[in-house]
């Protein structure tokens, strides 16, 4: 079965105060979409793989193949108006019967072991969304006011949401609609059920410069580690 | 107006997988409790401290006053069964009309600026619960399956809750409840709105090993930016 890692790099860097889009930024001296690339590269050498990148930082790509020590194939996408469009596009440069992980560029910490977990799920039962426990209590907003939530089953959505492609692919030849925030919304508004599996809290999406600060902890603990 | 710091440290560091309580454990040399008692500190130099303690945890006590360069006051109080209980014997030590800060002892990284703006909300509305956006989707367990929820209206609920004692000091004579899991809910049932105010992504809750780390690290950022 083949396996298409579709890696979208979205986000103009604006919340990280930053001209260089955050996903290019240094972590540990590689620009985060090296670290995200080489994840899913470690978890399954067969691993194909797709970047899609909005137009405007197409030109940083290079910069992202070249941290590689050796040549590495990657099929370059440019990216739509939302996450769905950016999505569909990426989809295009995959074929035949395969699990495709959908992975947000900004998540570079996601480990081998999460990887290979959705592999073997999305294969049985069709799909792997990583979903991890919420650690605060949470409240709604009504508008002027607010109420608790049970926390106990609330949970918390990562990447990679991975699926077999036989319900991915026709899943994205639907319309677009504005409910469309993950790829696990589009597969259940194709009418498939979406399943859960245990995700990782270390698999942070870096969004601020402090994330990027707890990213660099949290690899550097791991190479120390071994 | 009288100020009280009432920091509640539970747990029992299973978790960390140590023996020693987290809220003991050295962060930048020091025990997270003492960073979290000096946040307060240095916030308002007038504010009175209360540590609540379970039985098991007293002798560690000193080490976190001995910490500190000069001798500081603190009323310290044995914890009980519950957050609830726990709090409750807490606000035995607080007398007189007061704003009252029921903070984790395990989230030392509170800013001054929070605890100050908490303070100015609470005299003015009564009460000021830290919230922030949630940066992931969000799905809710229903069974053995599970459905997407809206998280532009989700908060992830912080500490510290902070109250006028007019408000905090009667609802807390209430029996506990089961839906008691902080102080908002309390409050809430007594027949008081409550009021969120914007908290602090940095102002985490150490729960796992991974978190010391993180924490470590942007209290070292913190320092090298002054």
């Known amino acids: 079965m083949d396996k298409y890692a579709v890696i979208v790099a979205g986000g103009k860097g604006q919340r990280m105060g930053n001209a260089i889009p955050k996903q290019f930024l240094p972590l540990a001296g590689k620009p985060v979409l090296y670290h995200t690339i080489k994840a899913f590269k470690d978890a399954f050498e067969d691993m194909k793989l797709v970047l899609v990148l909005p137009q405007d930082q197409l030109s940083y790509a290079q ?49 081998a072991d999460l990887v290979q977990r959705c592999f073997v799920q999305a294969i049985n039962k069709g799909s792997a969304i990583p979903a991890i426990a919420v650690a605060d209590s949470m409240r709604i907003i009504e ?58 809290r270390g698999n942070i999406k870096i969004t601020t410069p402090e994330d990027m600060l707890i990213a660099e902890t949290i690899l550097n603990s791991r190479t120390d580690n071994g």
């Open 63 to 111: 910069m992202v193949l070249q941290a590689f020590p050796e040549r590495i194939d990657i099929a370059i996408v440019t990216g739509g108006e939302t996450r769905f469009h950016s999505v569909q596009n990426g989809l295009k440069a995959v074929s035949g019967n395969s699990v495709i992980f959908v992975h947000d560029g900004v998540r570079p910490l996601v480990s």
């Open 143 to 200: 508008g002027d006011s607010s109420r608790p939530v049970d926390r106990q089953n609330m949970r918390s959505i990562q990447t990679p949401q991975t699926f077999r492609s036989d319900i991915l692919l026709p899943a994205f030849l639907q319309g677009y609609m504005e409910h469309f925030t993950d790829e696990a919304t589009v597969v259940e508004a194709y009418g498939e059920e979406v399943y859960l599996i245990e995700g990782e």
